[in-house]
């Protein structure tokens, strides 16, 4: 476990957000954010109280709480293909019934609550094409097929990193420049989704809603008031797999994208929770070949980015909750049993196991002082679950 220094998050009333008008500063303002104590042993900060079960499996699902219910949100199935139902899970029976269907099927995406409505984002239809490209090697440079939107400027600066079949590919700073092999053939597969639907849970109907800018898959997002965060994630070009470190800001009032401020760090399969202020924390991910153990905290109000104290060690493909003064994260693709509790008032993290069933690509929801873990699987050869894990506080 680490050592870190305590950082100071300031409170904040959200204010009105400007297209690029966000910029990246060191720390975030004072007073520190007082968050709520959780009184639980550090060593042992869950128990787990139930194993419950989906109308049938998910790998890669969304969910959003609301109310006494759970909205359970596409995934991919049985057979490995994307789903476009929705189940509503009641926290109270412990029952799970059919309640809408999506426009789209998808995996990989996102899902938030803005009022009564869902708002579902992006993720992948699993029906286009997608390139395989092999691992980093030592060649000589060859052309850069520079994607303007997402290569060019913020490569020259460092900013940016990609790894794909013509892109050279620098894992830090003082890394060698690495060249990727000459391009592989195409494999059916990837088709990452640039639409979003929106559910009236009043009703169950779903109806289109403003495209993200660009499409975008395993990506991490979070809301805050009326304001939709999508942050980072993996999409397509003809160089190959891009990996971003792109924030687009929906406004649901006004149906209007923005863009905000760059993430600190370049990742795909990353996970968001919003904290008490109204603060977004980004944990982990992946950025080929590596994954990440980093900790981004974006202030709305200002658009500012800070990094705080990493995780004990590199995470990805996890679900994060975040649940009285700690973080949970769930799963991580390499380690699919291990779980790692955020401890937010002394930033550190440590590792712990209970009796979680490993899982990766999971979808997590507090609901009813519980936290409830959806769905996933343990690696790509096995199937999804219809596994639903439920964990609440151990209280002294």
Request: glycine residues 8%; charged residues 15%.
């Amino acid at each position: 476990m680490r050592s870190i220094l305590p950082v100071s998050l300031g409170l904040l009333m959200l204010a009105p957000f400007a297209a690029r008008a966000l910029t990246t500063e060191k720390k975030l303002a004072s007073p520190a954010l007082q968050l709520p104590q959780l009184s639980v042993p550090a060593n042992v900060p869950l128990q787990k109280v139930a194993e419950l079960r989906m109308l049938e499996p998910r790998f890669a699902p969304a969910a959003v709480a609301h109310g006494n219910f759970i909205y359970i949100i596409g995934g991919s199935g049985r057979n490995d293909a994307p789903l476009a139902s929705v189940e509503r899970f009641d926290v109270r029976t412990g029952r799970s019934e059919p309640f809408t269907t999506l426009q789209t099927p998808r995996l990989w995406h996102q899902a938030v609550l803005v009022g009564d409505k869902i708002y579902v984002l992006g993720g992948d239809s699993l029906n286009g094409i997608s390139p395989s490209w092999p691992s980093p090697s030592l060649h000589g440079p060859v052309s850069i097929d520079a994607d303007t939107d997402e290569i060019g400027a913020r490569w020259a600066a460092r900013e940016w990193v990609q790894f794909g079949p013509t892109t050279p590919y620098r894992p830090f700073p003082s890394s060698p420049l690495l060249y990727a092999s000459a391009p592989q053939p195409a494999r059916p597969g990837r088709n990452p989704l640039s639409s979003v639907e929106i559910i009236d849970l009043a009703t169950g109907a779903t109806a289109a809603g403003p495209a993200l800018p660009k499409p975008r898959t395993n990506f991490a997002c979070a809301a805050v008031g009326r304001h939709i965060f999508v942050i980072g994630g993996r999409t397509l070009s003809a160089a190959g797999p891009i990996v971003s470190n792109r924030v687009f800001i929906l406004d649901t009032a006004s149906a209007t994208w923005t863009e905000g401020a760059p993430t600190p760090h370049v990742r795909s399969d990353a996970a968001a929770a919003v904290v008490s202020g109204g603060f977004i924390l980004v944990s982990g991910g992946y950025r080929r070949p590596f994954a990440l153990d980093a900790v981004d905290v974006l202030n709305p109000r200002t658009g500012h980015w800070t990094e705080i104290a990493p995780l004990t060690r590199p995470t990805s493909a996890h679900s994060l909750v975040f649940f009285g003064h700690q973080l949970f994260l769930f799963g991580d693709y390499d380690n699919p049993g291990e779980l790692i509790a955020y401890d937010l008032n002394r930033k550190t993290s440590e590792t712990f196991t209970l009796q979680y069933k490993a899982s990766r690509h999971t979808a997590a929801v507090v609901a009813n002082d519980q936290i409830f873990v959806i769905g996933g699987r343990t690696n790509r050869y096995q199937p999804p679950t219809d596994l639903i894990q439920v964990f609440a506080p151990v209280r002294s």
